[in-house]
């Protein structure tokens, strides 16, 4: 029997009645069920674990909530293979495809190694500052540097180590395919499906209407570089972590070795997810 983890948005009530009907479930077929430290004290059927050492102790990871949830679950496994299984309990999510209805057919297919996994690219994301490096880690989603309040910042931008262009925007989104429904979509990017290999280089909000978006092959990697005289500038990572920048300072962005594995429920394409999550009109065709 699978050894599953279980990562749960515990602000919303059905997301922890659901966790405590999947740890039974599993209790009952002679299952193990991880959650960390706050959520085991909320069900039953459950071991505790801290939440750094989760992914130590599982072969399956289910996330109950919204993307965010699932970006939080992502940056937790950190590159390790084990299969993601995203249950939407929100309004709206690319990442967790997965209905409520769908939850128990699919972890029974599972039990029984019977399903299937889509791999997505993470990009790597270094920050250095005077050719030193501050810090790198992965994202699945994107990486933005922008201003604070709404400022136009001028970032120099490089593809490959050749100048592409100085951005002058309130900020630059760089992303993966599995992002391009996230911030960047926003910022008029285009959509592209998860499993294509390439990289969306996004200017927020640009001065010169010009600068589009442009899509790069994922061998290829991206400086930007604050331009001097710039304050008040953020690196955000999968929307979730921040790091202030300085003039002079250099994020570096290429894919990583490493990858994320998401749990398909078979029968339902990424076009059904699109259709559903951004309210496509659904025609019948007639003869």
Known sequence: MKRFGLIVKVSNPEAIKLAGRIAEWAAERGGKVFTDEGLALMIENVQAAKIKDLPDNIDVMIVLGGDGTMLHAARLIAGRKIPILGVNMGSLGFLTAITVKEVFPLIERIAKDDYIIEERMLLSVEHTRAGESLFAQKVLNDAVIKGESARLVRLETRINKEYVNTYRADGLIVATPTGSTAYSLSANGPILYPTIHSIIVAPICP???????????????VDVTVSPEQEWVDLILDGQVHYELKSGDVVKIKRAEESVYLVKYEGKSYFDILRERLMWEVKTVRD
Do not use: A, E, S, Y
Not at 207 to 221: A, K
């Open 207 to 221: 001065f010169n209407l010009t600068n589009r978006p442009v899509v790069i092959p994922d061998w290829m990697t």
